[in-house]
Each structure stands twice: as C-alpha cells, then as structure tokens.
C-alpha cells in the first residue's frame, strides 16, 4: 500500500491524513507486538561523540569506524558484518555528472551472519550522510536478525524502516536526515538517496506516537530535533492529545515494568522478590498472553529455587492459556524429567520443537538430559554438544554436562565444567562445588 505524496511540496505546517495516521499506528502497533514498549529511559541517538566514540576519534571520515559504532548501538556482532568501499563517477572531483534513474549509494547483503555493506566512495566526503545512511542499512539488519519480513517492496519498504528505526531509538537522527543539505565538499550538489522519503508531518507525527508509546507527551529529546522542526513534533504532540488513540495502555506498560524487574531480581539470584514482581502482574492483566509468560517465568523460578511441584504447575497454567507455548513446552519437559517422569517430559519436548517458537539450544540441553537418564550415553554427549554448538548461552548447560561428566567418570573435566556454572553465577553450580569439597 503506497501513502504519502512524497513529491509533494514541504512546509512546516503539521497535517496529517487519516491515511496516514493509520498507516503509522498500524505499523507501531506491530511493532510493539514484537518488541514490547520502548524503554522510556533510554535516550535518542545522537550523532556526537558519546553514541559514535569511533566515529569521531578519527580524524578522517572512515566507513568502518560507523560501522563499529553502529554494531555497539545495535547489539550486532562486529564478526558478522564486513563493510567495503566501492567507487564511481562521484569519486572523482571537479566533475559533474548526471545519473538517469536510481543511483547506487549504500547498501547491505542481507545473509544473516555474513553482513555486506556496500559504499560508494563519494559517501566518504560527508561523515553525516554517511552515517545516516549506515544506520537505514543497520535498521535492515537488525530486523533480519530478529526473523522479520519487511521487505513488502515499493515505497511501503523504505517507509517502515524509517518507523522501526525510530522505534530502535533513532528519531531524532532520522528527522535530522530528511532536512540534511546534501552538498558535497567539492561544491556538486548530490541527491543520495535514503530509501522512501517520509514526508516531515508524518515523521512529525511517527516521533509524536512514539513518545506517546513512551507515555511521555514532553519528552526532552524534543530539544534535540532541528529548530525549524521542534514547531510541527509539537503540533504533531498537540494533535494526539486531542485525538489520542489507543496504542498506550498504562496497566500493560506497569505489566512489562513489573516483568524487567523480575528479570532483574533473577539476574540478581532474588528469587523470592522475582516471583512476587510477576505474582503483582497477575492482578492487573487480564492479557492472556502475558499471563502465559507470566505462568512460565514463575514455574521456571520455582524450578530453579527445587520446587518442581510448583514449577510444573506455572508451566501447566501457561500452556493452558497457550497449548503452543514453546518454551512453556520445553520447561515442562525439563521439570518432569529432572523429576524422574521420563517419557512425559519428552513428549513436551517433541511439543516445543513442533511449536517453532522455543530456544533449540535449550531443547538439545534437555534432550540431552532425557538420555542420560536412559543411559543412552552416546545420545546424551551428541545432543550436549548440539547445545553448545548454537553458541548462545543456556542456563545451567555447563552444570549439568559437569553431572554428566562427572557420572562418566571424567572428575576433572567435570570440575572445569562446574567452574564455568559458578563464573555464570549458577547458584546450583557453586553449591555442588562446596558439597564435592573443590571450592
């Protein structure tokens, strides 16, 4: 679906049609689907030192340094993306030129794993455009890496991904990008292109819903936005609380507040307060998915402070709002096998891996664990390996191959194993360590 005119004449009058308010709060409401709400605390990206320390402590223009930036700010691995200069006519100075149709500018290969970013040389004359384009070619990747089809074709592509980059925290930026002078340092005017150009009132209003999202209406990155543009985001602000719609919903934002600070009680080993976080949600939402993952947290803190009992019973209640739960799933069949009921346990397994939305790395670990219980050795060292072969990290791995090991007979292997549980702050791991009389 093509919206916008985006030939038409800009101003710096806010208007906005219903078109395209729906267009924008359709596509923000994916997006807070997928990612939840934005985290009010963290800040816009801004083009100075302290978001690009590589960037500007050279002092040369170099792709690869806003490459390193941008991997940072992204959470890309540096590995998995390779960034290489091309040159053409634009390169050479002093020369006019006329490009009939769409010019070649920046643009990414999008193999997961194997990132390549292609530049044009004449990009190098501007570390700003060269920048702003590296972050639209970033924003592809990371919705790559987060498994999501976007590419719809058209303008419609271009246009999302100006959304979702906002939504990663780069409004700011971005609205700086449409009102760039594009003029290189030789004096030749320049029309990079930047994908769909998004016309101002609706970036005005995309910036608008955003904060919105955030529950903030006065949100002090306004102060970051160019001056001649600060006037339209807050005619833009103005008009939604006017006309406010429903994508902000304060008891879901309390429900995701209440569910960061379990996580943070669990990162912290505080069980008992991460259980009471998420118990509080179970009060104020009547959302079932979120009492599905509410239900599967709690069973999997219960499982880890040994009360499978109740464990299998939060997982059981997240499966009864969710039967294709994976990672309900997956936990279950790892409580009822930890607790000697075999065959059940990997039934929910075979569930989990039949759902397509569990973590298989945890799946191989306990899968894993299921025959070493049948004293199926050789299965149980194939799918041990198959867990650390996804090179993510799996909670309690390292403990139970050092059990594994341990039951084989390899002692000192084992103790490495525990060593590495213990660095990882499994409490389980230091335990077993004093009880074997090795730390």
């Not at 190098?124 to 590419?151: A, G, K, Q, V, W």
């Not at 294709?324 to 009921?341: K, Q, S």
């Not at 791995?397 to 000192?412: K, V």
Request: include cysteine.
């Amino acid at each position: 679906m093509k919206i916008f005119d985006i030939n038409g004449k800009a101003n710096n009058q806010f208007k906005i049609t219903d078109g395209d308010r729906l267009w924008v709060e359709e596509n923000f409401r994916w997006l807070k689907d997928v990612f939840g709400y934005p985290n009010k605390l963290e800040q816009q990206v801004l083009l100075n030192e302290k978001f690009f320390p590589a960037t500007f402590g050279s002092p040369i223009v170099d792709a690869d340094d806003v490459v390193d930036d941008l991997c940072v700010l992204f959470g890309i691995s540096r590995d998995t993306v390779n960034c290489e200069v091309t040159a053409d006519l634009r390169s050479v100075q002093d020369v006019p030129h006329q490009v009939e149709g769409k010019s070649f500018v920046c643009e990414a290969d999008l193999t997961p794993g194997a990132y390549r970013i292609f530049v044009s040389r004449g990009l190098l004359n501007s570390r700003d455009l060269l920048t702003y384009n590296l972050i639209y070619e970033f924003i592809r990747i990371r919705l790559t890496e987060s498994d999501l089809e976007f590419d719809v074709g058209g303008d419609d592509t271009g246009l999302f991904i100006y959304l979702a980059g906002i939504y990663y925290g780069f409004g700011v930026l971005l609205a700086g990008n449409l009102l760039h002078p594009q003029v290189n340092t030789n004096h030749w005017e320049i029309k990079w292109n930047h994908g769909a150009v998004m016309p101002t009132s609706v970036m005005a209003f995309s910036l608008a819903t955003y904060a919105n999202l955030t529950g903030e209406d006065d949100p002090a990155w306004k102060d970051d936005l160019a001056p001649d543009f600060q006037k339209m985001f807050a005619d833009a602000i103005s008009y939604l609380r006017e006309h406010p719609n429903n994508l902000y919903d304060p008891m879901e934002v309390k429900s995701n507040e209440l569910f960061n600070e379990a996580n943070d009680h669990f990162d912290n080993n505080e069980l008992e307060a991460a259980i009471a976080a998420l118990q509080k949600i179970l009060f104020i939402t009547n959302d079932d998915v979120m009492r599905a993952d509410v239900f599967n947290n709690m069973g999997y803190y219960y499982m880890r402070k040994k009360n499978y009992a109740m464990g299998i019973s939060n997982f059981r209640k997240a499966l009864a709002l969710g039967p294709e739960f994976g990672y309900a799933n997956d936990n279950l069949g790892y409580a009822l096998i930890v607790t000697g009921d075999l065959e059940e346990g990997k039934v929910y397994l075979d569930k989990a891996i039949a759902s397509g939305n569990s973590d298989i790395a945890y799946t191989f670990r306990n899968l894993a664990l299921y025959y070493q219980r049948k004293k199926a050795f050789d299965l149980a060292e194939e799918f041990f390996q198959k867990s650390f072969g996804q090179h993510s990290s799996v909670d309690l791995l390292e403990f139970h191959y050092a059990e594994f090991l341990l039951e084989q007979g390899d002692t000192a292997k084992a103790r490495t194993y525990f060593m590495k549980s213990a660095d990882k702050a499994e409490h389980e791991a230091t335990d077993r360590l004093h009880e074997l009389g090795w730390m």
